[in-house]
């Protein structure tokens, strides 16, 4: 399964009121692993940042002056995300804002049209997941890294690479708490094995170097009295017949 984490940086809040998309930020996971692939572009939005958005982003005209336009990198862009589920943190957000840039584009330049995002992409929204997960607590970002105990120390402003970094993260300690578990590690090459997840190493231990702790007198009493409340409560017990079993085996060889 391929997933874009995505994450971008405007000028306002509001597209409907002129407000320009100037950053989009991505990572891409296949099959919960990340996979080193980055989409990262800033974007001059031919339009002035309001001061409320550069406090949060510190991105300024100044810095956008010399950036291509969203036309210019639309397609490269759409190229990207692909079909991908986009895993994105208050998704209606951002997606307006790329609908937003889209319709724009196509009234411009006719075909190719592209858009709307809902179309091309499945859209998993992490801040409604977190909601369900977490009802009545605050859901940032920042606040699911302290929950999660991942270090966002990097994060003094928002930086939409970075937010789509820090979000894979979140992402995969809500549904699961690992990137991946390698299974064949010994047929792969250690930096494969090790590329975005966790390996499995097997160890080649002889059986006589294997420890065998036997259960103490309050350990036998405690397993007797738990076996009891089993029989009284469902009138059997399946330990019984196993051990049955095993007294037959022992006797017969």
Known sequence: M???????ETTGIDPKEGHRLIEIG??????RRLTGQ???????????????????????????NDKPVFADIADA?????????????NAPFDVGFIDHELMMLNAQRGEPQLGPVAEHCTILDTL???RD??????NNLDAL?????????????????????????????MTGGQTALTLDAEERSGDDAMAGGLSIRRLSLSASSLSVLRPGVEELAAHEAKLAQI????????WDALASASDRVEKSS
């Not at 862009?77 to 943190?89: K, R, S, Y």
């Open 128 to 130: 409604r997941l977190a």
């Open 231 to 238: 029989r009284q409560a469902a009138g059997s017990c399946h």
């Open 133 to 138: 997960r977490h009802p009545g607590q605050r």
């Open 77 to 89: 862009f759409w190229d990207f995300i692909g079909g991908a589920e986009l895993v994105i943190h």
């Open 26 to 31: 991505a990572v891409e996971m296949v099959n």
């Open 145 to 173: 890294c302290k929950r999660y105990e991942i270090d966002n120390g990097r994060r003094v402003l928002h930086g939409a690479l970075l937010d789509a970094e820090i979000l894979a993260e979140v992402y995969l300690a």
């Open 2 to 8: 391929r997933q874009i984490v995505l994450d971008t």
């Open 38 to 64: 980055t989409y990262h572009q800033y974007i001059n939005p031919q339009r002035e940042i309001e001061a409320e958005a550069i406090a949060v982003h510190g991105i300024t005209n100044d810095d956008l």
